[in-house]
């Protein structure tokens, strides 16, 4: 069992291309650092002084990680990882 | 009820109760009607705050030209407004949005400036901030970043909630300029801080997030994420599984946005049912269906249908 990440296209030269990748950790911290094991530079493109950089957004079971804990938010297996970049609505 | 005018009779939409959709006896659902407003969208609200708030800083007179970037209602709304008090309106919209919108632009005598599908709204801002600095003399309202949208939903919407349903324990908006949701938000904040604040997010499709690099991102200056709660981000297939639902249960005829707004109030329901909490939530229906007819969303199976939304901006 993993825990599945969808990557957005600005981020697939990370992951040779990849989409979705298989990540895990206990919580969104340690995912990401997995992450960067496997595909060296993405931490830094997705962290910035150890906090979510302002125009990414991470969502795990579509419920976005600002609210539920930050980067301390529990994952386990099974569970789906969403990163996109801000975008406007209205 | 009786209106001097149709800017008049802005606002006061009805609350209704989803007697089928609602889980249990203890946590209940409420639809809040904003497409009884007079051009079927909840930017009526936005667009004739914004409109009233220029006039009184003097920034419009008859004559005066507006711009506006937006992905539709907003555009729409502000067409009507714009033609009744006698100003010019031009649109910055993505070329990714629905025929109708157009259609409803061009009826309405506004002037329409396309922007690139790739990178959605995002583009649409950047678009219509370079004209806005060529044309000095055009008023931008901005609804990105326009305190009289949110201002909107504090005097207006908030209070109309609270005074319907003095039980409220949750309000769910959708999440785009974040008007609706800051001014809600705050509106709660101050007269009953134990409503709970939801926002739900479209996810779009790929397209739309085809951002040059993460610095090209764009988060609306009106944005205090203090002022919510919970954020879910819902994607096609859910809000249109959604919308259905709620004309099969409910018989509302909703948008799509609606949908994905529905989506989130019913995970806010699932967990207050869970919890053994009881509740009552209310949420927003933004627009009705009739926008969308043509992007097929309402026939054909799920799939079908959420792949024809793809690269779209449905909300």
């Given amino acids: 069992m993993a825990i599945e990440v969808r990557i957005p296209t600005i981020l697939r030269t990370y992951t040779d291309g990849e989409r979705v990748v298989e990540s895990g950790g206990a919580t969104v911290a340690e995912l990401i650092d997995q992450l960067?094991?496997?595909?060296?530079?993405?931490?830094?493109?997705?962290?910035?002084?150890?906090?979510?950089?302002?125009?990414?957004?991470?969502?795990?079971n579509d419920e976005d990680i600002r609210f539920t804990g930050g980067l301390a938010t529990p994952v386990a297996d099974g569970d789906t990882v969403v990163i996109l970049p801000a975008v406007a609505g209205g | 009820m009786r209106f001097d005018s149709l800017i008049d009779s802005v606002g006061g939409t009805p609350l209704v109760g989803l007697p089928t959709l609602s889980p249990s006896a203890d946590v209940r659902l409420w639809a809040k009607l904003?497409?009884?407003?007079?051009?079927?969208?909840?930017?009526?609200?936005?667009?004739?705050?914004?409109?009233?708030?220029?006039?009184?800083?003097?920034?419009?007179?008859?004559?005066?030209?507006?711009?506006?970037?937006?992905?539709?209602n907003t555009g729409i709304s502000l067409a009507m407004v714009a033609s009744l008090r006698g100003y010019k309106l031009i649109c910055v919209m993505p070329e990714n949005t629905s025929i109708e919108?157009?259609?409803?632009?061009?009826?309405?005598?506004?002037?329409?400036?396309?922007?690139?599908?790739?990178?959605?709204?995002?583009?649409?801002?950047?678009?219509a901030k370079r004209l806005a600095a060529e044309h000095p003399d055009w008023v931008m309202l901005y609804q990105y970043g326009n305190p009289a949208n949110a201002d909107a939903h504090y005097v207006g919407t908030g209070?109309?909630?609270?005074?319907?349903?003095?039980?409220?324990?949750?309000?769910?908006?959708?999440?785009?300029?974040?008007?609706?949701?800051?001014?809600?938000?705050?509106?709660?904040r101050e007269h009953k801080p134990e409503v709970r604040i939801v926002a739900a997010e479209p996810r779009y499709g790929e397209l739309v997030y085809g951002l040059r690099n993460l610095d090209e991102g764009f988060v609306p200056e009106l944005y205090d994420e203090s002022l919510i709660d919970s954020r879910f981000s819902v994607g096609p297939h859910d809000a249109v599984r959604r919308v259905r639902e709620l004309i099969a249960a409910e018989g509302i005829f909703a948008g799509i946005s609606t949908g994905a707004i529905l989506h989130a109030a019913l995970a806010q329901a699932s967990k207050c049912v869970k919890a053994g909490e009881s509740a009552d939530?209310?949420?927003?229906?933004?627009?009705?269906?009739?926008?969308?007819?043509?992007?097929?969303?309402?026939?054909?199976?799920?799939?079908?249908?959420?792949?024809?939304?793809?690269?779209?901006?449905?909300?």
């Fill in chain 1, 36 to 60: 960067e094991t496997d595909h060296v530079g993405i931490k830094e493109r997705l962290i910035e002084n150890a906090e979510v950089r302002r125009f990414v957004n991470i969502y795990v």
């Fill in chain 2, 34 to 72: 904003e497409d009884h407003n007079p051009t079927g969208s909840i930017k009526d609200r936005a667009a004739l705050s914004m409109v009233l708030k220029a006039e009184a800083e003097g920034l419009l007179e008859p004559g005066s030209t507006i711009l506006e970037p937006t992905s539709g």
């Fill in chain 2, 101 to 127: 919108r157009t259609q409803l632009l061009t009826m309405w005598g506004a002037e329409i400036i396309p922007s690139p599908a790739a990178g959605g709204s995002n583009e649409a801002v950047r678009v």
């Fill in chain 2, 159 to 188: 209070p109309e909630i609270l005074a319907d349903l003095p039980e409220v324990t949750h309000f769910v908006g959708g999440l785009g300029t974040t008007g609706t949701l800051m001014g809600v938000g705050r509106f709660f």
């Fill in chain 2, 281 to 315: 939530i209310v949420f927003v229906v933004a627009d009705g269906g009739w926008k969308y007819l043509s992007t097929g969303a309402y026939e054909g199976t799920l799939d079908e249908a959420s792949d024809r939304l793809d690269g779209q901006l449905w909300a």
